[in-house]
């Protein structure tokens, strides 16, 4: 019943847009919205540039219905953009500014959607430029979609397992999830503008009248300065980059004091760095989340044990374990992808493609099946492997993944960053030993790959393939 209550309201403000999210903002007009570079935004500019940024895009000739994609990172002026085009009803497509700011690969992408303009924004965020890019479009779920005259968002998946899909949300109904305000927080907007967990964490920030800390880049560095500047009380992150954190032992040079919280998602967590996680920051409340591109993120609540287990739902969600595998049916689901086909079965469950196993009301996260190591007919999930190889003195980082073998299917390798240099077949050796004293033989990593180069992507998220360290490092078998 409560589920249905929540659909309602859901559909009753995707209606109605996103002028609630602006008619609360009036109600704090000098609160503070962005701290972006050390320049302060508050509620009444955000609210005076969404209404400028509007009539802009109606004098340029933005329509309602066209695909509009947006190059840029986290800023005041971007946020704005984006809600001057949900109240345009258009098409947003966000995409994250590279090294060299356009990409390639980007054209390729919104081949998929299609796209009639492109508002690129500079480095500092600040400024931006609209122009007309038209990449002619024919696709019969968007089509469908634009009859609604709602906003859309198209993101995409990382397409780690072969090519991106490309996933269509009702923005407002994505928005709608925070009409139900809760605590006003400072907090980091670290995940990317072109995740969803970016754009979920700009929504929950601002609808909670909270403040939206920008950083210059996503070192650990920026993230710990940013913290102590800006008295910042959460930090939403990576497990990769909390690893990165404790590593480069960056934040003993800052004052974290005010960090009252750190939320961590998108990959499993090693148990090894989160108990460092909770040495280095023993008064913070450190809180795994969940979600996915194509349903949201959960509510979600750690297990006071300082484990891995973790309650997941919340209104509009509710999940399910069949054979291993957690489902989800969620109000706040996608529209649907563009260039594949739907995964949501008859009832509207969708395969999250999650391993876990349940204590109670409690999941385990093992891993991605798309990730599992199939050796000999034996399940193999990398973050096992990976949390023994990280407890061992000299090694810096680690990435477990499978290699093709003709006889077992696939073989374990461990590509392994160290501190210091070591013998390769000494390190071989120890990396052997210490998994068969805690694991299944079968578990044992086969091969041992020394890397120098970062183990994850831009994302800040491990990547668990052969490839991994392909920039500037191809790695040594040992």
């Known amino acids: 019943m409560k589920a249905a209550e929540d659909r309602t309201v859901s559909d009753r403000m995707g209606s109605a847009g996103i002028d609630w999210l602006l008619d609360r903002f009036s109600t704090v ?37 066209e695909c509009v994609a947006i190059l840029g990172d986290h800023s005041p002026e971007l946020f704005c953009m984006l809600l001057a085009l949900a109240q345009n009803r258009n098409v947003l497509i966000p995409l994250g500014r590279g090294a060299d700011g356009w990409q390639c690969e980007d054209e390729e992408l919104l081949a998929i959607p ?42 995409f998946s990382s397409g780690s397992t072969g090519k991106p899909k490309a996933i269509l949300h009702d923005f407002a109904r994505v928005a709608s999830k925070f009409l139900k305000q809760r605590k006003a927080v400072v907090a980091i907007c670290f995940l990317m503008i072109d995740h969803f967990g970016g754009i979920n964490t700009l929504l929950s920030i601002t609808a909670s009248l909270g403040t939206v800390v920008t950083i210059a880049d996503r070192s650990a560095a920026s993230v710990c300065r940013a913290i102590m500047d800006e008295r910042v ?46 040495s280095a920051f023993p008064g913070v409340d450190l809180q795994q989340t ?17 484990s891995l287990w973790v309650q997941v739902g919340g209104g509009g969600f509710a999940t399910k374990v069949k054979d291993g595998i957690l489902w989800i049916r969620s109000d ?29 009301e409690y999941f385990r996260f093992l ?17 096992e492997i990976e949390d023994v190889i990280l407890a061992l003195d000299n090694v810096r980082d680690v990435a477990v993944f499978g290699e093709p073998h003709p006889l077992l299917g696939q073989i374990v390798v461990a590509k392994i960053q160290l501190w210091q240099h070591e013998d390769p077949g000494e390190l071989k050796k120890r990396v052997r030993r210490a ?44």
């Open 29 to 65: 007009p000098e609160h503070t919205a962005f701290l972006h570079h050390h320049r302060r935004v508050s509620y009444t500019e955000i609210v005076a540039r969404v209404a400028s940024f509007r009539a802009r895009l109606e004098d340029t000739g933005v329509r309602a219905g």
């Open 114 to 155: 299609g796209c009639d303009w492109l508002i690129e924004f500079d480095s500092s965020g600040n400024s931006f430029d609209i122009r007309r890019w038209h990449i002619r479009r024919s696709n019969p779920v968007l089509e469908t979609f634009l009859l609604s005259g709602s906003s859309g968002i198209v993101l």
């Open 435 to 478: 998994c068969l004293e805690k694991l299944a033989n079968y578990k044992a990593p086969a091969k041992v790959v020394m890397a120098s180069g970062a183990l994850y992507g831009a994302r800040q998220k491990k990547e668990r393939h052969a490839e991994s360290g392909k920039a500037g490092d191809a790695g040594r078998a040992v």
């Open 332 to 360: 706040f689901a996608m529209v649907g992808y563009l260039n594949a086909p739907s995964m949501f079965d008859a009832e509207g469950w969708f395969n999250t493609g999650d391993q876990v196993e349940v204590d109670g």
């Open 233 to 278: 009380q959460l930090l939403p992150a990576t497990p990769s980059f909390l690893n990165m954190m404790l590593l480069s032992r960056e934040y003993l040079d800052y004052d974290l004091s005010s960090l009252e919280r750190i939320t961590y998602g998108t990959e499993v967590m090693a148990s090894t760095t989160l108990d460092r996680l909770r």
């Open 367 to 383: 891993g991605r099946a798309s990730e599992m190591i199939n050796v000999g007919g034996e399940k193999v999930y990398p973050a």
């Open 290 to 306: 969940y979600g996915l591109s194509e349903l949201g993120v959960l509510r979600s609540r750690s297990r006071p044990d300082g």
